[in-house]
């Protein structure tokens, strides 16, 4: 605002003095008018009719591009209500779904189906879920839980030793960040080895793929402890799904994820692969 003051004041000044030092009287000529007066106000309204010429010329321009100004207004102000309402949603369903995994999570401690150091479901619990899973899809060709059984390996590297300090706090990260992106179709189970097991329920072999491709970009930001420090941990991943055409048992499912993980790392250590049950 005092920017603009002082240009007004300036430009006042300049219009002043070239007023003063073009005072003499002239004749202007204009189709039949005459009109007299002095050269600076004739030229002074000479510039004042240009400007306003040029602001009736691009008037129409000025006002379309103001209607379609509001009207972007309008629709950006009901797309960010529109957001603001699906984040509440998304927010809200967030809170049911991690109540609903801590609940099962509860459960499943009771019965002493989880393991201390991670709070996973044991490794013995593997094989139970995928003959269950795998049976469930040969019964039944209804619901979509049971179109298909998709098992992923995961191997994390760079995880603290069970007698480091951070260990624990470490291995609460690392499963508090995967589980916070697992599908409710998805169970965690422990391994040896700082081994991981995941078991999704009614993907197709496309969506799988691209869920193995979520998951793998977990850990991807390093892991920030209490004390400051940073751990980093490296996430290698290979899967294998089989469909309610495939005959193949858990031991057989569990093998071939295992053998898609190890050939993994011949595509780079952060490329995931997903094959299908039965195939070579």
């Known amino acids: ?7 007004a004041l300036l430009i006042s000044l300049v219009a002043i003095l070239f007023a003063l030092q073009n005072s003499w009287g002239i004749t202007v000529s204009f189709l039949i008018w005459r009109f007299y007066g002095s050269l600076a106000l004739i030229l002074l309204l000479t510039l004042a009719f240009g400007v306003i010429i040029g602001l009736l010329v691009t008037a129409p321009t000025i006002i379309k591009r103001g209607w379609v100004s509001s009207r972007q207004k309008r629709q950006l102000s009901q797309l960010e209500e529109e957001y603001q309402g699906q984040a509440q949603d998304a927010s809200s369903q967030r809170k049911k779904l991690d ?6 999570m509860q459960l499943f ?3 002493g189906l989880t393991e201390t150091k ?3 479901l044991t490794y013995r619990s593997l094989d139970p879920v995928l003959s269950y899973a795998l049976g469930k899809m040969v019964e039944t060709s209804e619901g979509s839980w049971y179109q298909s059984t998709c098992l992923f390996v995961i191997d994390l590297e760079g995880v603290p030793s069970s007698d480091a300090a951070n260990s624990s706090a470490v291995w609460l990260m690392i499963t508090r960040r995967l589980q916070h992106q697992l599908s409710p179709r998805s169970w965690l189970h422990s391994g040896e080895q700082n081994r991981l097991y995941c078991v999704t329920l009614g993907m197709t072999i ?9 998951l793998s970009s977990t850990l991807d930001e390093p892991l920030q402890l209490v004390d400051g420090s940073e751990v980093s941990v490296k996430l290698r991943m290979g899967g294998a799904i089989a469909r309610q055409n495939a005959s193949i048992t858990s031991q057989q499912l569990l093998t071939q994820a295992a053998q898609t993980l190890e050939r993994s790392s011949l595509w780079g250590r952060s490329r995931f692969r997903m094959v299908e049950a039965g195939t070579s």
């Open 206 to 214: 496309e969506a799988a793929t691209d869920y193995g491709e979520f």
């Open 109 to 111: 401690t009771a019965l």
């Open 99 to 104: 109540l609903m995994q801590a609940t099962q």
């Open 1 to 7: 605002m005092p920017i603009l003051v002082v240009c």
């Open 118 to 120: 991670t709070g996973l």
